[in-house]
C-alpha cells in the first residue's frame, strides 16, 4: 500500500461515522433539567482556560486567540468530544436513556436502530438526550457545538481578513456547514441532514466569537490578567430547533427507508398532552434560524428535499374527527437558583474521585512486515469512579499489546487515548470507536519475509489511528540484530481490526 492509498483509506474511514439522535423516545418519559450541571462543567473548563493559558504565557497575559485554543482543547476531540463524554456517564447530569443497560437496548430500538452490520454510517452509536430550559436535544449538539462551531469561528476570521463583513463573514460559515451536512457531516456519511445540528454549530460560532471579544465578552483583560466577567449559560443558545423530533432532519432514499418504519411507531404519542405542551412552548419561544434561512433555497429549488416529508403529521394518519382537543398544559418550570460555585465544586470532585482500572485490547490486522497478524493488550489507565464504560468513556493511559504474525512477532509498549467501550463486557474494550496512540515496537522475525531471513531483530516506532474500529499503522524500524537483512531498515504500514 503506497503512502497515498493509506490516506486515502483513513480519509475514507473518518468520513464514514457521524453523530445522529432520537429525541421521540422520550416522549411521555420524565426528565430533569440538567442546565445547572451542564453550566457548572462549562465554567469550571472556562476557569481552567484561563489558568492553563496563564501559565503558558509567562512574558505576559495571552492572546484571546490562545484563550479559545486552550479552551477548546479541553472540551474537543476529533469526532467524539469529551464534554460529550462527560455529560453521558456524569451521575450530576440527567439524561434518556439514564442507564448503560437503556441505552445498550435503546441503540436497537430507537428510531435511527433499524441498520445492518455493513451500514458504517451507523457504527457510531446514537446520542443520549437531555434538557436545557425544557428544550430537549442529543448530547450529540454538545460535540456540534465546540467542533463545527469552531470551523465556523475560524472560516468567519477568514472571511473577515478577506474583508467581508459580519453578516458576509456568518453567511460563509453556516454555507461550510451545510456543505459538512451534505457531505462528510451527513447525507453522504449515513443519508442523514441535521437542521439541528447547523443550529448548534451556529450557536458554538456566537459562543467562540463572545468569550472574550465583542461588546459583551464572557472574559476580559483587567489588570493585565483575564478575569470572567459573566458566567456562561446554555440557555442563551439552546433553541428550540435542537429537538430533532421538533425540528426534523432530512434524509436520503435510502435512509428514510430504514428510519420511516420506526417513526410510524411514535405516531400514537403524538397528541399527548405531555407531547403537545412541549410543541406549543417551542413554538411560543421560537426564534429566526439563521441556518434555515440558508437551507430553505436549497429546499425551494429541489438540491434538499422538503423536510415537512419526514414529520409524523405527514406520515401518521390523521387523527380521528371528533376527537376532544388536548389540552396544552402548564409551561415547563425553570431550574431554580443554583449555587454556581457549589456544583462547579462538586463537578471537580467527581472528577478527581478516580478509579484505576485495566481494559484488554484486541486486534486482527495485515502488516507490511508481519503479514497477517493478532493482537492482545492492555491499556493502563484511570476514569472518574462512577463511570460505567459499557457505553462510550474517554480513556488514556500506557498500553503493553504483543502481536504474533505470520512472518514474526512484535512487543510494543506506548500511550494510548482511546474512545470506547466494553458493551456487554467487563474489562474488554470490545467497540474503539475512536482512538490515538504512539507505541515503541520491538520486532523479531521468525520466517523468510519482505525483511529477510528469520533471526532478525528490528526497532522501532508506530502509530495507530483507529476510527470506528477499522486500525491503520504507520512506523519506522531499524535493525539492532541478527544476520545480515534484506532491509536495514524499513517503514511499516498496516490496516485492520481493534485496537
Not at 345 to 371: C, I, K, M, N, T
Amino acid at each position: 500500500m503506497t503512502g497515498a492509498a493509506f490516506l486515502l483509506a483513513t480519509a475514507a474511514a473518518v468520513s464514514a461515522v457521524a453523530l445522529e439522535t432520537d429525541q421521540y423516545y422520550t416522549w411521555g418519559r420524565p426528565l430533569a433539567d440538567a442546565t445547572p450541571a451542564l453550566n457548572a462543567k462549562m465554567n469550571l473548563e472556562i476557569s481552567r482556560a484561563l489558568e492553563a493559558a496563564k501559565v503558558s504565557h509567562r512574558g505576559g497575559p495571552p492572546t484571546c486567540q490562545a484563550i479559545e485554543r486552550e479552551l477548546r482543547s479541553r472540551v474537543h476531540f476529533g469526532i467524539l468530544q469529551p464534554i460529550e463524554i462527560w455529560a453521558t456517564h456524569s451521575q450530576l447530569v440527567p439524561r434518556l436513556p439514564a442507564t448503560p443497560e437503556e441505552e445498550l437496548l435503546f441503540r436497537r430500538t430507537d428510531m435511527n436502530g433499524n441498520h445492518g452490520p455493513f451500514d458504517t454510517g451507523r457504527w457510531i452509536p446514537d446520542s443520549p438526550t437531555i434538557e436545557v430550559g425544557g428544550i430537549r436535544f442529543g448530547t450529540d449538539k454538545l460535540s456540534h457545538f465546540f467542533s463545527s462551531g469552531w470551523r465556523y469561528h475560524q472560516r468567519y476570521h477568514a472571511a473577515k481578513e478577506r474583508g467581508l463583513s459580519d453578516q458576509q463573514a456568518r453567511d460563509e460559515a453556516v454555507h461550510w456547514g451545510i456543505l459538512e451536512e451534505r457531505t462528510t457531516n451527513g447525507l453522504l456519511t449515513d443519508g442523514v441532514f441535521s437542521r439541528a445540528d447547523l443550529e448548534a454549530n451556529f450557536g458554538g460560532m456566537l459562543f467562540f466569537e463572545s468569550l472574550c471579544e465583542g461588546p459583551d465578552p464572557m472574559v476580559a483583560l483587567e489588570a493585565n490578567e483575564w478575569k470572567v466577567r459573566r458566567p456562561f449559560d446554555w440557555r442563551e443558545y439552546v433553541t428550540p430547533v435542537w429537538d430533532e423530533a421538533y425540528h426534523v432532519s432530512i434524509y436520503s432514499a435510502s435512509r428514510w427507508r430504514k428510519v420511516r418504519p420506526r417513526l410510524l411507531e411514535y405516531c400514537g404519542r403524538r397528541n399527548d398532552p405531555e407531547v403537545v405542551a412541549r410543541r406549543e412552548r417551542y413554538r411560543a419561544s421560537e426564534r429566526p434560524s439563521t441556518a434555515d434561512e440558508a437551507v430553505a433555497p436549497l429546499v425551494r429549488d429541489g438540491t434538499l428535499p422538503d423536510p415537512s416529508r419526514f414529520t409524523l403529521d405527514q406520515n401518521c394518519p390523521a387523527v380521528a374527527p371528533g376527537e376532544p382537543p388536548v389540552p396544552a398544559g402548564p409551561p415547563a418550570s425553570p431550574p431554580g437558583p443554583a449555587d454556581e460555585g457549589a456544583l462547579m465544586r462538586e463537578v471537580a470532585f467527581h472528577e478527581a474521585d478516580r478509579v484505576r482500572r485495566v481494559y484488554s485490547l484486541a486486534s486482527l490486522r495485515y502488516s507490511s512486515l508481519q503479514g497477517l497478524a493478532g493482537s492482545v493488550g492492555w491499556l493502563f489507565t484511570s476514569v472518574e469512579s462512577d463511570f460505567d464504560c459499557r457505553t462510550t468513556c474517554d480513556l488514556r493511559g500506557a498500553t503493553v499489546q504483543l502481536q504474533p504474525g505470520v512472518d514474526g512477532g512484535q512487543l510494543s509498549v506506548g500511550y494510548a487515548r482511546i474512545f470506547g467501550e466494553t458493551g456487554r463486557h467487563r474489562r474488554f474494550l470490545a467497540t474503539p470507536y475512536l482512538g490515538l496512540g504512539i507505541r515503541g515496537v520491538l520486532l523479531r522475525t521468525w520466517r523468510e519475509g519482505y525483511l529477510g531471513p528469520p533471526g532478525l531483530t528490528f526497532l522501532g516506532t508506530e502509530g495507530q489511528f483507529t476510527i470506528t474500529r477499522v486500525a491503520f499503522t504507520l512506523g519506522a524500524m531499524w535493525q539492532v540484530g541478527g544476520a545480515d537483512a534484506r532491509h536495514r531498515w524499513a517503514l511499516s504500514w498496516g490496516i485492520g481490526w481493534g485496537f
